[in-house]
């Protein structure tokens, strides 16, 4: 095979290879992929459409927020609970006390054997009718109402048949003011709640503790059919999301660090290390998540096309100016950029908060492809030259025979 032939056959597998650019190995999708798409996908019926938004100065002011979930927020009533009323399955204990000897509930027969003009009854449970019954006053409603509203019904029943009666109501048992507390605590259980109001992290210590670390355990309040889950160290560092607890409420632990996945041209990806990296803090910037993923790898990232990808709430993305009405759902696929080319891009970086289970993605610089396909050619080239030197060996070793 001539060296004329030879470069041919280079030269038309090179023309053959250069529509196959878009082809080529890669970490993810091109940074001009991500533009375009972000528009045509809103029209196709198969790809998932998604909103594209640039980080600036304009948009950073809402994306250096954490977290916009908190307990203060959801359940806006700060005040301890109300005074303690009894509740139906509650048990009260009930002395009755009379003047003198010889009354109602103290027969003068019985009155040198008692320290005392006064009579204990056997401890009382609220029905579910929500009363409880008292001799000779008949039933007492006693649900919803306060221990010292008790006594002053009893003693109104009693009045015209007992010796000026005075009538005592303590908790022997509390079963309607309870709060359960489950998941990764030491102790779970239904707890409680004691008369002068109980804040969150009181009743977390009640069960033993979290079994795990704050920043890798999540709190979850359930309260009237509205759940709300934040991240156990931010009430611990926040005094305000240390909310006072209510009567029935249920408070689940879980154990689950908050992490992001780094893909792309990161030098960690590039040392074969796991994607999926821990915060570690409580808040984590997308400055501090590029370091902690080993920063840009300087032969194969375009510093121009650094993405964060989440869903977002359509109300928080129309806070930032995006049009939400091309999208039929509440949780819109978003994908943030970010141009570290810019001298500022770092400032933005430092500023913009990461959630947890984010994905970032740095995208290749264009010419790493023309260095694939490079590499590519010269591997062809240099497989058809072994082919035509073994050819033209054969053909001389074949004359040589003959």
């Known amino acids: 095979m001539s060296k004329r032939l030879c470069a041919l056959l280079i030269a038309l597998a090179a023309a053959a290879l250069l529509p196959a650019c878009s082809e080529l190995p890669g970490t993810g999708p091109k940074s001009n992929a991500v533009q375009s798409l972000a528009t045509t996908r809103l029209q196709s019926d198969t790809a998932l459409p998604y909103a594209l938004v640039d980080v600036s100065a304009d948009t950073l002011g809402f994306l250096s927020q954490p977290n916009v979930v908190s307990f203060q927020g959801a359940f806006p009533d700060k005040r301890p609970k109300p005074q303690q009323l009894a509740g139906v399955g509650d048990v009260l204990n009930i002395s009755i006390f009379e003047a003198a000897p010889g009354g109602l509930f103290t027969p003068a027969t019985a009155a040198g054997a008692r320290p005392g003009n006064f009579v204990d009854l056997p401890p009382q ?108 160290s931010r009430v611990v560092h926040d005094p305000r999301e240390n909310i006072f607890i209510r009567p029935n409420d249920v408070i689940f632990i879980t154990h689950e660090a908050p992490t992001f996945t780094a893909l792309g041209a990161l030098n960690q990806n590039v040392f074969g290390f796991n994607s999926e990296i821990p915060f570690d803090v409580e808040t984590l910037t997308l400055a501090q998540a590029i370091g902690k993923a080993g920063g840009l790898n300087d032969q194969q990232s375009d510093p121009a096309e650094v993405f964060v990808y989440r869903y977002e709430d359509r109300r928080f993305l129309e806070k930032l100016g995006v049009d939400t009405t091309k999208f039929n759902y509440e949780r819109i696929p978003t994908i943030y950029r970010v141009n570290l080319r810019d001298p500022s891009g770092y400032l933005l970086a430092a500023g913009f908060q990461m959630r947890t289970k984010d994905v970032m993605y740095v995208a290749n610089a264009r010419v790493v492809d023309y260095y694939k396909l490079l590499t590519l050619i010269n591997n062809t080239a240099n497989t058809v030259s072994n082919t035509s030197g073994a050819v033209t060996n054969l053909n001389t070793a074949t004359k040589t025979a003959w």
């Open 125 to 232: 449970a609220v029905d579910q009718n929500g009363n409880i019954t008292v001799p000779y006053a008949g039933e007492i409603p006693a649900a919803a109402r306060t221990l010292t509203e008790i006594q002053q019904a009893i003693v109104a029943r009693l009045r015209n048949r007992a010796i000026e009666p005075q009538v005592v109501v303590s908790l022997n048992q509390q079963h309607s003011s309870v709060v359960s507390v489950l998941g990764d605590v030491n102790t779970p259980g239904v707890l409680a709640l004691n008369s002068v109001g109980e804040r969150l992290l009181a009743l977390l210590a009640r069960a033993g503790g979290p079994k795990f670390e704050a920043i890798e355990s999540y709190v979850t309040l359930q309260r009237d059919g509205k759940k709300v889950r934040v991240l156990l």
